[in-house]
């Protein structure tokens, strides 16, 4: 079963998007975001490239990872996809040196079709880092990639697995607020289900732990920003404050005990 921290709404009760799915503070990710480019770059030794693909990064925020993507093409074609305009924005700074060899798309990837890409689809692999537990419906999720992945496409991606960040959820608990999260952390065999149900074949997913040192002077910043950013999404800036100083005073050792989720699979 997918895992729901408790004092969270479940998935199905959920819109299936997640709320705020449009509010990051992008200059303040791009900023804090070492660990999910660190471990971007070895979601990214992954995939397999050839030239002259076309990838479509889905969920690429502000670009760090992409930009990498790109730089290991040598030639090819990326499709920046993000719900969320700041991240784009950030995205399309960062890109630019890559001219018409990116094209940005401003779409939740629940609605995703091949209609949504225009003449970029079918592409040849789906690459994605730090996103997919911020998408609530997970069937529909994998359902669309395979319709706008070629037959034989690569589907190589990361996120946040069943039991990722148990600690601070307790934290978060232990300050005695119940306000909503939004994630989905899926596990292994879920998700194998799930990606077989779409079509995919050749599927590998497992799970490693990625407990994660923060600078305790930007720890409050790096929660409010990341981890915790949809349960402080209606707070005033007074009860932020208060809330992100007892979670990190709860939380003690500042290091979050990430567990990821790795995907890699082809579409049959
Ligand atoms: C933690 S960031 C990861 C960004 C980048 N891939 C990285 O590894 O640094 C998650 C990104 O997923 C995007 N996102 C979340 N839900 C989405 C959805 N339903 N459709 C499209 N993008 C979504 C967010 O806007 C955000 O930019």
Not at 97 to 108: L, S
Not at 213 to 226: G, M, N, Q, R
Not at 247 to 259: K, M, T, W
Request: net charge negative; with cysteine.
């Amino acid at each position: 079963m997918d895992r729901v921290p408790a004092g969270e709404p479940t998935p199905v009760a959920q819109p299936a998007s997640a709320p705020g799915i449009r509010h990051w503070d992008a200059p303040s990710y791009d900023r804090l975001s070492d660990p999910m480019t660190r471990w971007g770059a070895e979601v990214l030794s992954r995939l397999p490239l050839s030239p002259g693909d076309t990838v479509l990064d889905a969920g690429c925020g502000t670009g760090r990872v992409t930009e990498m993507l790109l730089e290991k093409m040598a030639g090819g074609t990326v499709v920046a996809l993000d719900a969320a305009a700041s991240m784009l924005t950030e995205a399309r700074r960062r890109l630019a040196r890559f001219g018409g060899r990116v094209t940005y798309v401003d779409a939740d990837l629940l609605d995703l079709a091949p209609a949504t890409l225009g003449s970029s689809a079918p592409v040849d692999a789906v690459f994605s880092t730090a996103t997919f537990h911020w998408v609530l419906d997970h069937d529909r999720l994998f359902h669309n990639l395979a319709r706008v992945l070629r037959p034989g496409g690569h589907l190589v991606a990361q996120c946040g697995a069943e039991g990722n960040i148990a600690r601070l959820i307790e934290a978060v608990r232990a300050t005695g607020v119940e306000r909503a999260g939004a994630w989905l952390y899926a596990s292994p065999d879920d998700t194998r289900r799930r990606l077989e149900a779409s079509g995919f074949t050749d599927i590998d997913v497992w799970t490693h732990p990625e407990p994660t040192p923060i600078d305790p002077a930007e720890l409050e910043t790096y929660l409010e920003t990341v981890c915790l950013r949809t349960h402080v999404l209606a707070m005033d800036p007074d009860e932020r404050r208060a809330f992100l100083t007892a979670v990190a005073d709860s939380l003690g050792e500042p290091v979050i005990d990430y567990l990821r989720l790795n995907i890699v699979a082809r579409r049959g």
